[in-house]
């Protein structure tokens, strides 16, 4: 059964006026069968952690750990990361012109499996994936999020999701942008993915309305690049009716 | 639609040129054409038309003296198709823009002709090589497609030595031609060409231009139109790597009414010194109404030392055409393109590969001969092996 462990992270970006702190100390264990909400205000520090954990070159570690099942993250290539199992779904999706979805698609799980996928089935359930998520077949010519609409590109990285199947899935502010059929078609998949029960699901959010249809066991509250609280889905209640107030009246205190 | 591009709908508005393009002093169909070398100076780089190209390099073929050798000609083609030397001027669709193009047509004395005849489908296409041997040479070819005849002419530029060469195309009313000139000599090589067509009435040409190879490579395309209803889709695809200067001009000239012309030239740069340049003007005549053209030029920069200039330049004399834009972008390779398909698993290399190959993908899609587009896309796979190479070797260099 699969573990992410993030273990006392610190993370900093370069700015003109030098490195700047974002994360300070992050600790949270994410295990195969669990879903975890994290939530936060607005530069709080929600999408470093993810990008940090998928090994994006803008984010210095400063120190800290994330292993997954005991293998050092850090260490490994960005790809090398996708590999031992670990998937971001992008808040902003990227365009790469000219690669169909579909020659994407197989690259993808060509090299996540380390051999091609069977052409009969592989077809069936890229089409299978696609129509889960309200997509027509004919997105797989169509090339990687080019022309695609906000909820077009969320749908498109559930669809990912779902063919890749990873072992822990981070999914960051998924939800946003999307209007209330969409986000009931994404959360489904999401759902879908978490049943398999050998999953784990980080999902990122700065709303809770994606909590009424992906179901969290552990809420984490992130506010000035740590967790501030942490509990169960009766927290997420509490920020729907109080919002963050509490939480950044505190760390203004600190 | 990027943001990038700038559309000129009908009229003479005012546009920018972007930084570093000035609009020329003097309008495009001013500039002097002539068939005798004494016509045009010896260039110093401080020409309009020179002012990109390294002259310094060019002295061998500036000079207006016979060539140490005669390149080798090797072409065939289907039955029908006639091949047959002819006197220099015996089409002069093309007249000499430069010094260069004047020197070659003088000294490459005769030209060989293929002729498509009337009305032929050729359904294989026609091949001439033209070898340099490692001297200084001419060539002249002139490809005539005769009235309603369809036809692939492809033209491989091989070799080692210097090449100056005009290529003059006549396309028949209502025929099709596709031209393809292939420039991949060895990496010591030059070559200097001018290419002329002139596009019937109700005809349609595909030229394209591929330069892969070579020191220097630098072609000047200029097309005209003999009627109306002409349609010219020029096409062209370059990738310099470190030392490599490929420079490519264009002139399309619209005099006649109701005539198209679509300009598509793609390159990728990668290494230390690659150049690359690319000039489009695009007339068109108080005559030519109805007229309909876009020019397009993209640069995908892959490594630091690598420089690409882009000028598209629109005269415009008449406010009743359909439509004239141009567009031009120059990008460097995007990291997050390559962060995203990393993100999913597929390896640095691979996911370079199939970002620059998607990026030559719909230009390549349109070249319509399978032969070129696989030859293409096996060289750019070397090709960004190389580069790849390259930048490991650099990382290298700066851990130390």
């Known amino acids: 059964m699969a573990t992410l462990e993030i273990r006392d992270l610190h993370v900093s970006v370069d700015t003109e006026n030098g490195p700047k702190q974002i994360l300070r100390g992050v600790n949270l264990t994410i295990a195969a069968g669990q879903t975890h909400a994290i939530m936060g205000p607005n530069g709080s520090g929600k999408s470093t952690l993810a990008y940090s954990i998928a090994g994006h070159p803008k984010y210095n570690i400063t120190s800290g750990t994330v292993t997954l099942d005991g293998e050092d993250v850090l260490d490994m290539k960005v790809d090398e990361r996708a590999r031992a199992g670990l998937f971001l779904a992008m808040q902003y999706p990227v365009e790469v012109p000219g690669v169909s979805v579909a020659n994407f698609l197989r690259t993808a799980k060509t090299a996540i499996d380390g051999e091609a996928p069977k052409l009969r089935t592989w077809v069936k359930d890229v089409n299978k994936a696609l129509s889960d998520l309200d997509m027509d077949p004919t997105f797989g010519q169509r090339n990687v999020n080019e022309g695609f609409s906000g909820g077009e590109k969320k749908r498109h990285e559930i669809v990912q999701l779902e063919l890749l199947n990873p072992k822990i899935a981070i999914l960051d502010e998924t939800d946003s942008g999307l209007d209330i059929d969409a986000l009931k078609i994404v959360s489904e998949g999401v759902n879908r993915f978490a049943s398999q029960g050998d999953k784990g699901v980080l999902l990122i959010t700065h709303y809770t309305r994606i909590l009424r249809y992906i179901k969290p066991d552990f809420v984490h509250v992130f506010v000035d690049g740590r967790v501030a609280e942490e509990g169960g889905p009766e927290l997420a209640e509490e920020l729907e009716a109080n919002g963050y107030e509490r939480f950044l009246k505190a760390s203004t205190k600190a | ?400």
Request: glycine share 10%; charged share 25%; with cysteine.
């Open chain 2, 1 to 400: 639609m990027s943001a990038a591009e700038t559309l000129v709908a009908t009229g003479n508005r005012a546009h920018s040129h972007g930084p570093g393009s000035p609009v020329p002093l003097q309008a495009r169909s001013e500039r002097p054409t002539s068939y005798d070398v004494a016509d045009f100076a010896v260039p110093n780089g401080r020409e309009e038309e020179w002012r990109f190209t390294p002259v310094k390099q060019l002295k061998a073929l500036f000079d207006d003296a016979a060539g140490t050798e005669t390149p080798k000609i090797d072409a065939s083609g289907p039955e029908g198709v006639v091949f047959e030397t002819v006197a220099a001027d015996s089409v002069k669709v093309g007249k000499p823009q430069d010094r260069s193009a004047a020197i070659a047509w003088t000294h490459a004395g005769e030209a060989l002709a293929v002729r498509i005849p009337v009305e032929a489908e050729l359904t294989e296409p026609v091949h001439v090589n033209v070898a340099s041997l490692g001297g200084r040479g001419f060539s002249h070819l002139i490809v005539e497609a005769g009235r309603h005849s369809r036809a692939i002419v492809i033209i491989d530029h091989t070799g080692a030595g210097e090449l100056g060469s005009n290529v003059e195309v006549v396309v028949g009313d209502g025929a099709e031609l596709r031209v393809v000139s292939i420039q991949q000599g060895d990496h010591e090589s030059i070559h200097l060409a001018q290419h002329d067509a002139l596009v019937g009435r109700d005809a349609k040409l595909h030229h394209v231009v591929v330069t892969l190879g070579g020191k220097i490579v630098r072609i000047g395309t200029n097309v005209r139109y003999a009627g109306p209803g002409g349609d010219a889709e020029l096409l062209g695809v370059y990738f310099a790597e470190g030392g490599q200067h490929h420079e490519n001009r264009l002139f399309v000239d619209h005099e006649a009414v109701h005539c198209k012309s679509n300009v598509i030239y793609k390159g990728a740069l990668a290494g230390d010194h690659a150049r690359s340049v690319w000039i489009g003007d695009v007339l068109i005549r108080a005559a030519a109404e109805g007229t309909n053209t876009f020019e397009l030029n993209r640069n995908l920069v892959l490594t630091d030392g690598a420089r690409a200039d882009s000028v598209p330049n629109l005269e415009i004399e008449t406010g009743e055409i359909e439509g004239a834009g141009h567009a031009s972008a120059t990008g460097r390779f995007d990291d997050e393109q390559l962060f995203y398909l990393q993100a999913r698993g597929i390896p640095e290399d691979a996911a370079r590969r199939l970002v620059v190959s998607g990026f030559f993908n719909d230009i390549i899609g349109k070249i319509g001969v399978p032969e070129v587009a696989e030859h293409l896309h096996d060289v750019i796979e070397e090709k960004l092996a190389r580069a790849a190479e390259l930048s490991a070797s650099a990382k290298a260099v700066v851990g130390q």
